[in-house]
């Protein structure tokens, strides 16, 4: 292999070990300024496609230790790799293609098993690992809240209780002393504007 190709196929590999995922999709007829778009969008997502030399692509795999591709490595090819997961730069991809029908995602490869392109497309309706270990959380979360209140009821049903007697006591004696207020007492029942006798 010459020396250029020995550096191309350096720098696959080091994509390769670098992602947990690669997607394979044929570009054919894609323009440049499309694919230049494609990238960008990628990119916002924390992935990246490049466009691959079949056949040293195909020794960078072997090197790398990933599933044999055989003969599915034909024609144009560009491969998304990434850091983060394989969701969101699925999500690019389904959304790019259905914008301008390029590129045809041929086959993906996440943990070492081939995924077909049907799998990647399912994969890109799922929501992204942050938003899934959100809800994961939120179900984690949700029956230890309810025990909360299940527990706080008991003593918060009581407090209003003995708020609602108190409230009834303290109407009860301002009732009192209202009334006691307004009765005469008997010193004024006496009528001194009567003649003495």
Same mark, same amino acid.
């Given at each position: 292999?010459?020396?250029?190709?020995?550096? @191309?196929?350096?720098?696959?590999?080091?994509?390769?070990?670098?992602?947990?995922?690669? @997607?394979?999709?044929?570009? =054919?007829?894609?323009?440049?300024?499309?694919? %230049?778009?494609?990238?960008?969008?990628?990119?916002?997502?924390?992935?990246?496609?490049?466009?691959?030399?079949?056949?040293?692509?195909? /020794?960078?795999?072997?090197?790398?230790?990933?599933? !044999?591709?055989?003969?599915?490595? %034909?024609?144009?090819?560009?491969?998304?790799?990434?850091?983060? !997961? /394989?969701?969101?730069? &699925?999500?690019?991809?389904?959304?790019?293609?259905?914008?301008?029908?390029?590129?045809?995602?041929?086959?993906? @490869?996440?943990?070492?098993?081939?995924? !077909?392109? &049907?799998?990647?497309?399912? /994969?890109?309706?799922?929501?992204?690992?942050?938003?899934?270990?959100?809800?994961?959380?939120?179900?984690?979360?949700?029956?230890?809240?309810?025990?909360?209140?299940?527990? /706080?009821?008991?003593?918060?049903?009581?407090?209003?209780?003995?708020?609602?007697?108190?409230?009834?006591?303290?109407?009860?004696? %301002?009732?009192?002393?209202?009334?006691?207020?307004?009765?005469?007492?008997?010193? !004024?029942? =006496?009528?001194? %504007?009567?003649?003495? &006798?």
């Amino acid at each position: 292999m010459r020396h250029e190709k020995k550096f @191309i196929n350096a720098e696959y590999v080091s994509r390769l070990n670098q992602s947990p995922f690669f @997607i394979v999709a044929d570009y =054919t007829g894609l323009k440049v300024h499309h694919f %230049t778009e494609l990238r960008k969008r990628l990119r916002k997502s924390g992935a990246e496609v490049h466009v691959v030399k079949n056949t040293i692509f195909k /020794i960078a795999v072997k090197e790398a230790g990933l599933a !044999d591709l055989g003969a599915a490595l %034909t024609g144009q090819m560009a491969v998304v790799t990434g850091p983060k !997961d /394989i969701s969101s730069a &699925a999500k690019v991809l389904k959304t790019f293609a259905s914008e301008f029908d390029r590129p045809k995602i041929r086959f993906g @490869i996440l943990d070492n098993k081939r995924l !077909d392109a &049907a799998s990647v497309l399912a /994969i890109a309706d799922l929501p992204s690992v942050d938003v899934l270990r959100g809800q994961l959380l939120g179900l984690l979360q949700a029956p230890a809240s309810q025990l909360v209140r299940v527990l /706080i009821e008991p003593a918060a049903s009581l407090a209003r209780v003995l708020k609602a007697k108190a409230d009834k006591a303290d109407k009860a004696e %301002t009732v009192d002393k209202a009334e006691t207020v307004e009765a005469p007492s008997s010193a !004024d029942t =006496t009528d001194t %504007t009567a003649p003495a &006798a």
